[in-house]
């Protein structure tokens, strides 16, 4: 996989049961901006420093205003 650009989106996914999760992943994209993968679990707010965290944080807020991604399984990437 070649990673041009990385973000947070807010992903969706579809239980069996009709119920939908939602959850903040890194969203991994191609040179044309194409989704290439994203992280199996949720991104969880982390920093080395107070400031790092804010900024994390910032981006993750950012998520919230674009439109959820639809989970699909074949996409899922181990991040870690």
Do not use: C, Q
């Amino acid at each position: 996989m070649n990673i041009m650009a990385w973000n947070y989106r807010v992903m969706i996914k579809e239980g069996f049961d009709g119920d939908s999760s939602f959850g903040i992943h890194e969203v991994y994209y191609d040179d044309n901006d194409n989704v290439i993968g994203y992280s199996i679990n949720p991104a969880v707010p982390l920093g080395e420093s107070e400031k790092e965290l804010k900024k994390n944080l910032t981006l993750m807020v950012e998520a919230l205003k674009k439109p959820p991604i639809p989970w699909e399984e074949s996409k899922a990437v181990d991040a870690d």
